[in-house]
């Protein structure tokens, strides 16, 4: 139940801060045991972000490693990901505005949670602290009219 619903939120806002109280470490200790217990999803994972500044979206860019500051939701479904990275947006002057998506492809799997609660979407929750080596980047469009993003390619290290 700690991560459901907005559960997620206030996990994600505590371990990027810092500023975590002795409720939310028992929440986040919770959430670990029963990662512990989550079957393993083991193809690649998805992941988009949008809104992102144009410095976010170049320091990334020029990333060669990324590290998760904080429990991070990802798809087994790369068009439910892809959504979330503004790649669908379309509209006049979409594929010439400037990038402020990202879309993570993670070739490894994590932890599968649908089960756990109870949803048929494929989340899969890869924990805070787990590294990866940037290995592939482009720029991508899913058609000539819709807005770009950055796709960035992941392998754990």
Request: proline share 3%; hydrophobic share 35%.
């Amino acid at each position: 139940d700690d991560w459901t619903g907005f559960g997620f939120k206030e996990i994600r806002s505590s371990q990027i801060s810092g500023e975590i109280s002795e409720e939310m470490k028992g929440k986040i200790k919770n959430l670990d045991a029963a990662l512990e217990i989550a079957p393993t999803f083991s193809k690649p994972v998805y992941r988009g972000m949008k809104g992102l500044s144009s410095s976010n979206v170049q320091e990334l860019a020029n990333a060669k490693e990324i590290t998760l500051n904080a429990h991070s939701s990802f798809s087994g479904s790369k068009h439910t990901a892809f959504g979330f990275s503004n790649g669908y947006d379309w509209g006049e002057g979409a594929s010439t505005k400037p990038i402020t998506g990202v879309f993570f492809e993670v070739r490894s799997g994590g932890k599968s949670l649908g089960k756990l609660i109870g949803s048929t979407e494929r989340e899969v929750l890869l924990k805070k602290g787990q590294s990866f080596s940037v290995v592939g980047r482009q720029t991508i469009q899913y058609e000539s009219t819709r807005a770009r993003v950055l796709h960035l390619i992941l392998e754990p290290k």
